[in-house]
């Protein structure tokens, strides 16, 4: 993973709750065997038509927001299968952050795994987001991971909090498995002592 | 010292490390299938690293597979990838897989139990979110994605955060054409698709302690759907009786020993949740979803609520497009909603128990000439027993299709696939939009709910069914 503690993009709103990941990538799309190449079916059944054609209505369609590197978005986003390639599809197809009243947890894990930056605002915040990006379509957010801060260019500015595991992780570009390894002392002496019927037994 | 609940107890055995940001668990079992292992397998061989413990990880091919004629070719070339991408990875890395044509295939979170290697007290972990079905024998158990599949082969250890406790006691005697999956759909309505965030839940109380391991199997997988990070129930001895002679299991002695310790895995008396509800189902009716999602939920013999008695505005604009999306109008009677076709399987419900009350329902009935319906055994021990005890024929002569073992019409990426339009009785736990093909709508039903819908053609209420003989209910239960 690449460190990352800064970063500016410009903002899509797409405030609905409980998009789960069936949404963000159908299951007709998970049959690849790679873990690149699935931005192009990206909330595949909302973005396009029944005859492929782009549906004109859907946000991430509309000229103003085809730069948008910032989603934001309604409570419980995510929610649903396990499917990590739900987080490719949004990383491939350019987000690297997401902003919203609250994730699903399998969903936030997997987030954490591949570099795409999470923010939890409250209802109150939220709106205020919304309200600004109506005045100022697909306006730009500052988000500065290191002092836990999203800033506009008008000075607007508010401050969210983080797993501090997740900041630390993102901060420093960390891969878990190496983190991990760094127990193996643990992992072994672990292993010697687990009970016999922890383990599937063979004749 | 301080009384535990059954899952601090489990938790406790499992945490190696506590020096790094997030405690470091131990995994007991890891279960692997075709759509989400692939690109673990990818990252693993990318960044050099070997299968740790391929003793403790095991491998079904069920989710993108035909369930018609196995001898057929695959008509779908990227499904024959995947599933030939699992079985050369399991191969150069010396894990045990339940290919296609294996006598032990299945859905993974039905052979795990089936074949003994779901047992009390372990860490079990897969990539595929109903993985919490393993909990009902009282181990942990939880769904991952594909880069910790890739921790869990490189370091069989998983990073993890603590989940919360929350206990929901049921209690009361389960009504005539009532099932646990009219029990957990009513509390997932009860609590809503948000009320287990961060939770992992323990059901406890006298209707629990009465149900049968596929009982429990079924409220632990849909537990999910509340958002809960996973489902227990303690082990007692109706968890013994399944496991005993399972073919993973110790044996003799061995048995013994394992039993006195799994005996130890209850929460002690005051021992502290984060939470409680307590449920009572004694007046419960057959649950049917209205909605796109489980929580969006009502009983058979009531109608679809109006958005507009819906105060949370959240709530009421998520009815209103979830109405929209499935075709209805608000006040209509359940029992009026005509259907196009009935899937009756799943990880949900594909279980033994599942198939005769199903069977019971159809007993001497005729499936509507418009309704397809398809009953996918959830593993071929489970086919071969149904056909051992005749439901095969039940369902064959009632007019259902008789499948071979798959996830099949649950995740709506086989060629199990609904029509654009179709609307769905489905056994499985899931409705959201699009779950079972593009515009497809799904009502999530009991299997007896599932089985009487393909019969008279819309939803009904299985508690007026007239049973023809056949199964009796409590043979349904062994
Ligand atoms: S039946 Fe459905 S929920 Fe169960 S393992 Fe298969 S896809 Fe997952």
Known sequence: MKPFRKYTGSVVPLNKSNIDTDIIIPTEFLKRTERTGYGQHLMYYWRFNEDGKPNEDFVLNNETYKQATILLSGENFGCGSSRENAVWALHDYGFQVIISPSFADIFKGNCSKNGLLLIELDHTQMEELYARERDNPAFSLHVDLENQIIQDKFGWTVSFSIAPSIRHKFLNGHNDIDLTMAAEGNILQYEKQRAFYMDPFVN | ?478
């Open chain 2, 1 to 478: 010292m301080a009384p535990k609940t059954l899952f601090e107890k489990v938790w406790v055995k499992h945490v190696i490390d506590t020096s790094l940001d997030l405690p470091l668990l131990f995994i007991d079992l890891h279960l692997i299938h075709d759509v989400t292992s692939p690109q673990a397998f990818t990252l693993l061989k990318d960044q050099g690293r070997k299968v740790r413990r391929p003793d403790l990880t095991f491998a079904s091919a069920d989710h993108n597979v035909p369930t018609t004629d196995r001898n057929l070719e695959f008509k779908d070339l990227l499904a024959k990838i995947q599933v030939e991408t699992l079985i050369n990875n399991c191969n150069e890395f010396d894990i045990t897989v339940y290919d296609l044509d294996h006598p032990d295939n299945g859905i993974v979170h039905i052979i795990g139990p089936e074949l003994g290697l779901t047992t009390p007290g372990k860490t079990i972990v897969c990539g595929d979110s109903h993985t919490s079905t393993h909990g009902a024998f009282g181990a942990f158990a939880f769904g991952i994605g594909s880069s910790e599949i890739t921790h869990v082969l490189a370091t069989q250890t998983l990073p993890q955060a603590k989940p919360k406790t929350m206990n929901i006691q049921i209690e009361g005697q389960m009504p005539e054409g009532v099932s646990s999956k009219d029990i957990i759909l009513s509390i997932i309505g009860k609590i809503g698709t948000l009320g287990g965030v961060g939770y992992v839940v323990e059901f406890t109380g006298s209707t629990v302690k009465n149900m049968s391991m596929d009982e429990r199997m079924t409220i632990c997988n849909m537990v999910l759907e509340a958002g809960a990070r996973s489902g227990m129930v303690a082990p007692d001895e109706t968890t013994f009786a399944y496991l005993k002679n399972r073919k993973y299991v110790p044996k003799g002695e061995k048995w013994d020993e394992a039993v006195a310790n799994w005996r130890k895995l209850y929460s002690d008396p005051g021992a502290v949740y984060d939470k409680t509800v307590t449920i009572n189902i004694a007046d419960l009716a057959p649950q049917v979803t209205w909605g796109t999602n489980p929580g969006q939920v009502t009983s058979i013999d009531k109608s679809i609520p109006s958005p507009n008695s819906i105060t949370d505005s959240t709530k009421r604009t998520a009815a209103e497009s979830a109405l929209t999306y499935m075709d209805l109008i608000p006040l209509l009677n359940m029992n009026e909603i005509e259907i196009d076709r009935v899937f009756i399987g799943s990880c949900t419900n594909a279980r033994m128990e599942d198939l005769r009350l199903a069977a019971k329902v159809a007993y001497g009935h005729k499936v509507q000439n418009n309704v397809t319906a398809l009953v996918v055994p959830g593993s071929y021990h489970i086919k071969r027993r149904a056909e051992q005890e005749g439901l095969d024929k039940i369902f064959i002569e009632s007019g259902f299709e008789w499948r071979n073992p798959g996830c099949s019409m649950c995740p709506g990426m086989n060629p199990d696939i609904a029509k654009p339009g179709d609307r769905v009785a489905s056994t499985s736990n899931r409705n959201f939009e699009g779950r079972q093909g593009k515009d497809v709508r799904t009502h999530l039903v009991s299997p007896a709910m599932a089985a009487a819908a393909a019969i008279t053609g819309h939803l009904t209420d299985v508690r007026e069914w007239n049973y023809k003989g056949g199964v009796k209910r409590n043979e349904a239960f062994s």
